[in-house]
């Protein structure tokens, strides 16, 4: 048992046995970060799927998946996402995974336990299952709610490291990842799958590196083979694991005792540049970076000229580097680091390779 900061106790990094509604309601109040859950979908199946070669199909047909009635399922889901809520920190958040036999129905539970829905993100399948009755479409994807623990709340969204995971790209709610295959499919003693509904690691890497940070404590009540505690380890993040079955929780304790968490230096990632340290302008006068009456230049060739004080002056606009940017642009702002540049060496230059320069220094200051 270990401890966090301001809480009582925590099972950090341990399984946990027993149902899950049971456990959660045993757990310290308020200290959790992140819930990434994947509750029993209910799929309401009727007899065998077989494949065009008559071989029978792997289907969801275990005990835990069985509901008696809609109803049935509608209390579940309404005990532990309570049992949830009362976990999470203020600024917490919640992952819940379904498909469409389920999701509308847990949609509506957390939005009337007053959670506040931020997304809802398509996990679209890139190696799906086929439809093999030619009945319906070909079920390609899942669907995955993002919500905060209330309206207002804060929560955590690193959103330059999912840009940076995307090649540079704003990430999108629709993610394109493979179903589990291969060498990560877990298997049991007889070579069948582990876990019917395994979710890829490359699913919770990139919920966990968006919506969590170093050292955060995540749960997950429905644990199953352990994606999420794998995952979890590797980055650096702390889990609770809670899941009713043995065999399962075998599975997941040998598979996260093979996991090497990453190193130090591989743990970090792009943070937003507004959590840098703030440069004014007027600093670069004051060292001499920029002079007094030296001219900047903007996109379009428009001028300014420095003054002392750390403003600019153009024609009868003067202001700070963002004002005046923007009223040149007849806009009513303006990012006037990414505005304006200046000459070195002949070459027109972005001001804000200064402010980096500054910030480079200030960082490698000893504490």
Known sequence: MKNTKGAEALPLDSILAGDCIDVMNALPEASVDLIFADPPYNLQLRGDLHRPDNSKVDAVDDHWDQFSSFAAYDRFTQDWLKAARRLLKPHGAIWVIGSYHNIFRVGTALQDAGYWVLNDVVWRKSNPMPNFRGKRFTNAH?????????????????????????????????????????HERLKDAKGDKAHPTQKPESLLHRVLLGTTNEGDVVLDPFFGTGTTGAVAKMLGRHFIGIEREEGYREVAGRRIGDVRKFDTDALKTTRPKRSEPRVPFGQLVERGMLR???????????????RADGTLV???????????????????????????????????????LLRQQIRSEMQARPN
């Open 142 to 182: 899942e669907t995955m709610i993002w919500a905060s623990r209330g309206e207002g709340a804060k929560y955590t969204f690193n959103y330059e490291a999912l840009k940076a995971l995307n090649e540079g790209v704003q990430m999108r709610s629709d993610w394109v990842l493979p179903i589990c295959t291969g």
């Open 292 to 306: 007094p009456g030296e001219v900047l230049t903007g996109p379009r060739g428009q001028t300014a000229k420095v």
């Open 314 to 352: 153009a024609g009868k606009a003067h202001g700070s580097i963002h004002q005046v940017g923007a009223a040149l642009e007849g806009a009513p702002s303006c990012n006037g680091w990414a505005y304006w540049n200046f000459k070195k060496d002949g070459q027109e230059v972005s001001i804000d």
